[in-house]
């Protein structure tokens, strides 16, 4: 079985300080890692994929098959980063997602 | 603009009364998926559908029923409302192209209440 796991449901900080939303995950083959977000009053929207290797507004995500691991991070969060965000796992083909509980960011002035 | 619907946006009901959800897309994809969310709990699937003549299970079916009526289209029922699925519920769809990482695109969620 695949799990997701996040183990924040809140995250409050101040701008421009560092943030790291952590995502943990169980699964016995390869997976492909996601990062959603859903800002308020917008549609949950992909944020990034771990196999871009990409940053998206300042946010990168790196992932540690050692610790099966997948966290996001950003070095400096700015008030428009306040959203909820969802890790997400792609176990097998037919892009069947399994998505963990979610963390609230914050993001204070 | 491509896209995804869902109608209604917001629905109560009572405990017992069958509701349908339904979600259309202009993406032209072939994939389909109902999602419920819950606080805490993330989205948890409940349906998904690769084509008109391919339905399947998701985590969490028991209550709820799907029809693919074309490829634009698709529904989630509740064959008899329960407080418990009390929700938001989301449709999703995604493109075929043989790899293991589509992206999905959200429908706007409905808010369904069931006293």
């Known amino acids: 079985a695949q799990r997701v796991t996040q183990p924040e449901k809140l995250l409050s900080v101040f701008k421009g300080a560092p943030v790291e939303l952590k995502c943990n995950y169980s699964?016995?083959?390869?997976?492909?890692l996601f990062w959603y977000v859903q800002y308020s009053r917008q549609r949950l929207q992909l944020l990034l994929r771990?196999?871009s290797r990409e940053s998206i507004k300042g946010f990168t995500a790196d992932l540690n098959k050692g610790e099966t691991s997948f966290h996001l991070k950003k070095p400096f969060a700015q008030e428009e980063d306040s959203a909820m965000y969802y890790c997400?796992?792609?176990?097998?083909?037919?892009?069947?997602?399994?998505f963990g509980g979610g963390t609230r960011l914050m993001v204070k002035p | 603009d491509a896209d995804v619907t869902q109608t209604p946006r917001n629905r109560i009901t009572k405990t017992g009364k069958r509701i349908m959800l339904e979600c259309s897309q202009t993406?032209?994809?072939?994939?389909m998926y109902w999602y419920r969310q819950d606080p805490g709990l993330g989205l948890r699937l409940i349906y998904y559908?690769?084509?008109?003549?391919?339905?399947n299970k998701g985590e969490i079916s028991d209550g709820y029923s799907v029809s693919r009526q074309a490829q634009a289209k698709f529904s989630l029922s509740l064959e008899s409302a329960i407080p418990n699925q009390t929700a938001l519920y989301f449709c999703?769809?995604?493109?075929?192209?043989?790899?293991?990482?589509?992206?999905?695109?959200f429908g706007p969620g409905t808010r369904l209440t069931v006293l």
């Open positions: 999703a769809t995604s493109d075929d192209t043989g790899k293991s990482y589509n992206e999905q695109f």
């Open positions: 997400a796992l792609s176990g097998r083909a037919g892009n069947m997602l399994t």
């Open positions: 559908s690769f084509d008109v003549k391919d339905i």
């Open positions: 699964y016995s083959g390869s997976p492909e």
């Open positions: 771990h196999i």
């Open positions: 993406k032209g994809h072939d994939r």
